[in-house]
């Protein structure tokens, strides 16, 4: 039973002997990557660099550049670009269940991607700007 569940698996058309399986595959260490960087302090973490990994596209990088121009275009630049990660993320889950054959495995990595990403550049922004309010308070 398990050997006919297994030679299924390897011979699927997004099996093991396919690039639609290791590409998502390989994606997945940039996600656990991420997920071990939870544990550091939210000023260690770059608006660059989670830009990147959650989006992989276009508007991330034009982003990144703005950000590296212009850094006070920091909260324009945050305005635009999470739902655009979201977005992203539901569009190639989306993709993931409609290409043939599906592949589940690209579906749950972009999920995953988005939300990892999303989650770091949340707690960069609030460390970020709390940190700014809670100064200001102080010195009041």
């Given at each position: 039973m398990?050997?006919?569940?297994?030679?299924?698996?390897w011979n699927h058309?997004?099996?093991?002997k396919?690039?639609?399986?290791?590409?998502?595959?390989?994606?997945?260490?940039?996600?656990?990557?991420?997920?071990?960087?939870f544990q550091k302090?939210?000023?260690?973490?770059?608006?660059?660099?989670q830009?990147g990994?959650?989006?992989?596209?276009?508007p991330s990088?034009?982003?990144?550049?703005?950000?590296i121009?212009?850094?006070?275009?920091?909260?324009?630049?945050?305005?635009?670009?999470?739902?655009?990660?979201?977005?992203t993320?539901l569009i190639?889950?989306?993709?993931?269940?409609v290409?043939?054959?599906?592949n589940?495995?690209?579906?749950?990595?972009?999920?995953g991607?988005?939300?990892?990403?999303?989650?770091?550049?949340?707690?960069?922004?609030?460390?970020d700007?709390?940190?700014?309010?809670?100064?200001?308070?102080?010195?009041?």
């Amino acid at each position: 039973m398990a050997t006919t569940k297994l030679q299924a698996l390897w011979n699927h058309p997004a099996g093991p002997k396919t690039i639609h399986f290791w590409a998502p595959t390989f994606k997945w260490g940039i996600s656990i990557a991420n997920i071990a960087d939870f544990q550091k302090p939210p000023e260690t973490l770059s608006y660059p660099q989670q830009m990147g990994i959650t989006l992989f596209s276009y508007p991330s990088c034009s982003c990144v550049r703005l950000y590296i121009v212009f850094p006070h275009l920091l909260t324009v630049c945050l305005l635009y670009i999470i739902p655009v990660i979201t977005g992203t993320g539901l569009i190639w889950s989306r993709y993931s269940t409609v290409i043939t054959p599906k592949n589940w495995n690209l579906f749950s990595v972009s999920l995953g991607m988005a939300a990892t990403g999303i989650y770091q550049i949340t707690r960069k922004v609030k460390h970020d700007y709390a940190s700014e309010t809670d100064h200001v308070v102080a010195r009041e």
